[in-house]
Each structure stands twice: as C-alpha cells, then as structure tokens.
C-alpha cells in the first residue's frame, strides 16, 4: 500500500505533453520543398486541413484539401519559423511524409546547407521521404493527386511501390541519405522526379536517381541504368526485363519478363593493382509476354532461354557500368563493399579509388530459371503469319 502511495505522489510531478500546446494550436506539415531564389530560399509546404466541427464533409475523406504555401526567407530555419505569422499556427513537422529539393538548388547548394534544419529540428522524422524534382521542387507539392488525400502521401508511397515493383528508383529517407553521405565513399543516389502532362493529365513519374557527390549533384540516371546500378548494389527486388528477338535485333520489339531476385553477392577485391569484382546473382524469372517468335515447350528450349535471358542480363549490365566508370563515381558502392572487406589496405587506395572504380573488371555468374506464368503454355498466345 505505501509503494502505491509513493508511485501516486511520484505522477503528480511527471509533465504531460512536453512542449504544452494545445492540439487546435498546431499546424501539420504533410510535405516540404526547397527552392533557392538567387540569394533567398523558398520553403514550400503542405498543411494538413482538418474537417470543420459538424461540417458534413467528415466521412472517409480525412479532411479537406491540404494548403500549399511558399514563404521566402534568408535561411530554411528562419523560414519555418515565419510560418506562425501567416498561419497563427505553430508548425508540427512529425507527419511530414516527403522533402522535395529543386534540381538547380542541389545542383549549386550544399545537401549540408539544404536539409540541416530537418536534422537538428526535433519533430521531423528520420524516416521522412527525399526526392529531387526537376524544375522547382514546389511544383510537385501543388500536384493534384490521383489516389491519395495529398500529394505528399502519394510521392512517399509511389517511391516505395516503384522500388519494391519495378525497381527503377530508390525508397530513400532522410537516415539513409545521412548514412550515405558520411559513407567512405560519401556519395550518394536519391530518388528523381519528373513532372509530365499527357493529354490534359498530369504525371510525376519517379524514373530514375540523381547522383550526389560532395553534397551537390553532379549527373543522373535513367529508370533502366537505375535499374542495373540497383541489382550491383543489392537493392533490387523485382521488374521487367526486355529480352530482344533474335530474328530481327534491330527492330524494338522484345520479350518481357518479370526478374526477381533470390540471391546475389557482389563482392569487390583487389588482385595486383586491380579491383576485380564477382557478381553472382540468382534470377527466377516469369514469363509475361513473348512478342518473338519464341516457343519453350521442351526443358531444352526452356534452358536455351534461360542461357539467353542470362546473356542478356549480363550485357546490359556491362553496358550500363562502362557508363557509370566513365563518370567515375562509384554510384556502385564498390568502394563502401570494399571497405567492410579490408578497411586497413582502403586506407591506403582511397585517395586513389577513382582510378581503382575506373579499371574495375567484372566478373559474372547470373543463373535464371524460368517459371511458367500459369496462364498459358510457355510460346506465344497467337500465332503470327
């Protein structure tokens, strides 16, 4: 009885809420953007609206359309801070679902300079979804979405579908940039987006990665050398992958295949003076459409294909990797696998590991099995003349 008594006194003293403010005295931000304006930043962001008490709109909407606004300021900080004045609201950045950066901004300013306020802040969220947008980066948090309440719930849902489905971007936060950038290698990828109007409907496709290097980005990647630079780094998980018909390999038509990934090692070592790097990866591989002339009824014409869709991974990989050594950045992460392998002889390459990237030579064993799609034999639906 007297421990109770001891632990009642004791609750009379914990504090509750631990900034005291009430709950109709918070603004909260669903998404941010950056854009630099000559000397002065534009911070852009999207309030969440609540329904209106006894208004006939609460149902399963969640609340009416989200604000966008943009306020300019010397700095990001001193412009969170302004945002009380136009809203009579103090800004709550805990539900912040994504930061969108302006493409010419991180192409001239520090990523250091850019996010340090989402940093040190206490209310955002590491697991707070990045992305780089061509244009403007407040562009896209004024798009309309198509299925969710705002358009920063979309963008942090479509990087993290288009990840796990097709693979030709990255699902990148705000922690995982950080440990990106403070790697030995200090060079990063971030989700790119790109804002398209088809036929009166606006699009913002996440196809592809920027690449950070030095906390400014230098170049960029399309969706298909995103795609090959994901599987080196061991984070794919699945898409489509186009096998060229072998009649005609000049003309665009392709089999598709769905690749997913069961195993894969890539393991970087220095033999002599050369980084050679072993890539054994492991392909199941699903039938989706065959627009040759392919047919796969027996297990001989099965494995030659499987030889085949196996080349074809290899070639476009090799493809895709002489670009990215002609850059030399190690978009790869060679150079942080290399590091965990033997971090004494990386101190003494480092500073040379431009030219260790550049020579690099790959060493491959795909292996693919093909699993029928369960809906029709493995040849082509329709027969062509």
């Known amino acids: 009885m007297k421990r109770i008594f001891l632990l009642m006194i004791a609750l009379l003293f914990l504090a509750g809420c631990w900034d005291q403010r009430e709950l109709m005295e918070r603004g909260f931000i669903l998404g941010a953007a950056i854009d630099e304006d000559q000397e002065k930043v534009e911070l852009t962001v999207q309030f969440y609206r609540p329904v209106m008490i006894g208004s006939s709109e609460g149902g399963g909407g969640g609340g009416r359309e989200p604000i966008v606004t943009t306020i300019e300021s010397e700095s990001v900080s001193e412009a969170a801070r ?20 302006g493409e010419e901004t991180v192409r001239h300013r520090h990523f250091n300079d850019i996010l340090a306020f989402f940093y040190r802040e206490q209310e955002p969220r590491a697991t707070t979804n990045l992305m780089i947008g061509k244009g403007k980066g407040s562009d896209y948090l004024a798009t309309e979405p198509m299925f969710e309440y705002a358009s920063s719930r979309q963008f942090r849902e479509l990087q993290r579908i288009s990840h796990d489905e ?11 940039l950080s440990l990106q950038l403070q790697s030995e290698l200090g060079v990063a990828i971030v989700p790119l987006v790109e804002k398209k109007i088809e036929k009166e409907i606006t699009t913002s496709p996440l196809t592809g990665v920027a690449i950070i290097k030095d906390g400014v980005m230098v170049g960029d990647l399309d969706g298909t050398e ?30 598709n295949m769905e690749i997913i990934v069961r195993e894969s090692r890539v393991s970087p070592d220095l033999v002599g003076e050369q980084i050679i790097v072993d890539v054994d990866i492991e392909f199941e591989v699903r039938v989706r459409e065959l627009m040759c002339d392919t047919v796969l009824e027996t297990s001989e014409e099965v494995n030659a294909y499987a030889q085949k869709i196996e080349e074809t991974i290899e070639e476009d990989l090799n493809k895709t990797i002489e670009g990215v050594k002609k850059k030399k950045v190690d978009v790869l992460n060679l150079g942080n696998d290399y590091h965990k392998k033997d971090a004494k002889k990386w101190e003494e390459i480092k500073d040379d590991w431009e030219e260790y990237f550049e020579s690099a030579q790959f060493v491959y064993d795909i292996n693919v099995e093909i699993v029928s799609s369960g809906l029709v034999d493995l040849k082509p639906f329709v027969e062509m003349d």
């Not at 302004?82 to 950066?101: C, D, E, P, T």
């Not at 072998?246 to 665009?252: A, G, I, L, T």
Request: glycine share 4%; aromatic share 8%; hydrophobic share 35%.
């Open 226 to 255: 995103t795609q090959h630079v994901l599987i080196i780094r061991q984070q794919y998980n699945r898409g489509i992958w186009k096998i060229p018909c072998e009649e005609d390999p000049s003309v665009s038509k392709s089999d």
């Open 166 to 176: 097709a693979g030709n971007t990255l699902d990148t936060t705000l922690h995982e």
């Open 82 to 101: 302004n945002l009380v004045n136009y809203f009579g609201r103090k800004a709550n950045w805990s539900h912040m679902q994504v930061i969108v950066v």
